[in-house]
């Protein structure tokens, strides 16, 4: 199926590795022009020489730098004229016990995983309705839908954003403008967060990391993790032309491990 999204520009935060990168590598694939971010420069300029093989006709640009600072959102957003497509992703708050969490901590969490889309989409989304087209997704987590223990300031903070998306994309000037807005919830997919989380873990229990990953791949009705390119493959089809009637949605891709109906 063609998306219908060639030529089109898309702004994918966090995208030199793991989830980000799939979704770039599915918007380059399909023709779409595509500015990446990440923090550090060499991971973000090898993944971009990959998606300029991948497809030699889209432009790839690069922008170094934490997308949860102003500063970091504002190279981004000067990288193209204008943006038909944002995916919105950074890295995980860490795990912990509220205890031991200051107010620091919270507002770090809210800044980057509330904030920092909230952001990103109130610099875009006009000019989206304006132009008749736009897709935003976010990458939330499954944690959204059935919270994560020791993921407490990734509960509460990707809970914040899911409770103003839901608002947002319903507002009539947006919907109607052909521009949707959806979360992608992650459930577990192999990527060097899901290994750094699983060695963390491991170490803390004295269990090998071999077993921790078995035992968490068990978990998972498909008896698998999830893979970025499949990731990556969904999101391009919530960016394609074709999607221009799902807005505000939850979408879990987790290999059925919600244990919900609904
Ligand atoms: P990853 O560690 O594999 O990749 C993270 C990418 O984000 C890297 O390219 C890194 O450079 C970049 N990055 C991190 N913080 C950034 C920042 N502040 N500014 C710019 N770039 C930044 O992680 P992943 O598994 O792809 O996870 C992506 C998101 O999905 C995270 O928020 C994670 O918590 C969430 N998530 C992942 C899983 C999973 O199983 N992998 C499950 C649920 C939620």
Request: charged share 20%; hydrophobic share 40%; proline share 4%.
């Amino acid at each position: 199926m063609d998306l219908n999204i060639k030529g089109r520009w898309a702004l994918v935060c966090a995208a030199s590795k793991g989830l980000g990168k799939g979704c770039a590598q599915a918007l380059v694939a399909e023709g779409v022009n595509v500015v990446i971010t990440a923090r550090g420069s060499e991971a973000l300029e090898a993944t971009a020489q990959e998606l300029r093989t991948l497809n030699p006709d889209v432009t790839v640009k690069t922008v170094a730098g934490d997308i949860t600072t102003s500063e970091g959102r504002a190279a981004a957003l000067s990288a193209a004229p204008y943006f038909d497509i944002l995916i919105n992703n950074a890295g995980g708050p860490p795990p912990g016990d509220f205890r031991d969490w200051s107010r620091g901590d919270w507002v770090a969490a809210v800044d980057a995983n509330m904030l920092t889309p909230i952001e990103l989409i109130k610099a875009t989304v006009d000019g989206m309705t304006e132009r008749g087209f736009g897709r935003i997704v976010n990458i939330t987590s499954g944690a959204v839908k059935a919270p994560i223990d020791v993921l407490g300031l990734s509960n509460g903070a990707r809970s914040g954003l899911t409770g103003f998306i839901a608002g947002l994309a319903r507002q009539k000037r947006i919907a109607q403008g052909n521009v949707t807005i959806n979360n992608l919830l992650p459930g577990l997919f192999e990527t060097d967060r899901l290994r750094q989380s699983t060695k963390a873990a491991a170490d803390a229990q004295g269990k090998s990391y071999d077993t921790a990953l078995e035992a968490k791949r068990q978990q998972v009705p498909a008896g698998r993790f999830g893979t970025a390119e499949e990731f990556g493959a969904f999101c391009a089809f919530l960016c394609s032309a074709h999607a221009g009637y799902l807005t505000g949605q939850n979408v879990l891709l987790d290999g059925g491990s919600y244990p919900g109906t609904f």
